[in-house]
């Protein structure tokens, strides 16, 4: 990623806005030029990704809403914040995939407007999710769990892998970074035993492959 410039700077206005609850992730539909927003407190926002980037729909939509539509039908409530942080518009099934750090996996089947778009919750992750990314090829979607484990899913929401991690230290988070070709991927985490963060690389089937030591030192840090 060298010589990266800027190509368009433009300001949108996004109706019902919370300056509270700030944006966490942004998807796009390349086959109909759709552009989405997301804020953690589940407001969603289209765009036609024209020059003007021209809202799609007259209003937004609100995840939390339909998530807690969605729970209390199953007889369950939504105690507190959900915390989305993560979207993912998944090309093979027309469909628009949400996360939360709360654990909620939740989905929207594409229509013709954001709020004609049938809702699921999909499933949810005992103890919340700490990160989550889809394969470049969104094959694979792989977690870090808050219960010190990783993850492996199929784009039909079926486990096919599942590791543990060494306890996070509290009060830190994770991140997940796949290989261009999604054969492997790395996992951050800061380990609670001595609070050093590594980074530890994996199959797409979850084999530890390597794991770096020393990564407060920078460069000095080695792969093992």
């Not at 926002?45 to 209390?72: C, H, I, K, M, V």
């Not at 989550?132 to 892998?161: G, K, R």
Request: proline content about 2%; overall charge negative.
């Amino acid at each position: 990623m060298r010589n990266l410039h800027v190509v368009r700077d433009l300001l949108v206005r996004l109706d019902g806005f919370d300056c509270s609850r700030p944006i966490s992730s942004t998807a796009c539909d390349a086959t109909s030029d759709l552009f989405y927003v997301l804020s953690s407190g589940g407001e969603i926002w289209s765009f036609l990704d024209s020059e003007f980037y021209t809202p799609a729909d007259t209003t937004g939509r609100s995840l939390t809403l339909d998530l807690r539509q969605s729970l209390e039908e199953d007889g369950d409530v939504m105690e507190d914040e959900v915390n989305f942080f993560y979207m993912e518009y998944l090309s093979e099934r027309s469909m628009l995939t949400f996360f939360s750090h709360k654990g909620y996996i939740c989905s929207l089947l594409d229509g013709n407007d954001l709020c004609s778009r049938e809702f699921a919750l999909e499933g949810v992750i005992e103890g919340g999710v700490a990160a989550a990314v889809w394969s470049p090829d969104q094959s694979i979607l792989v977690l870090v769990t808050n219960n010190d484990s990783i993850i492996a899913m199929t784009l039909s929401w079926e486990v096919i892998a599942e590791v543990d991690i060494p306890t996070r230290s509290a009060g830190t988070s994770a991140a997940i970074s796949w290989a261009g070709d999604g054969e492997c991927l790395a996992v951050y985490t800061v380990d609670a035993a001595d609070k050093v963060g590594r980074v530890r690389i994996f199959s797409k089937d979850l084999d530890l492959m390597a794991t770096a030591r020393g990564i407060q030192d920078g460069p000095a840090g080695t792969l093992k």
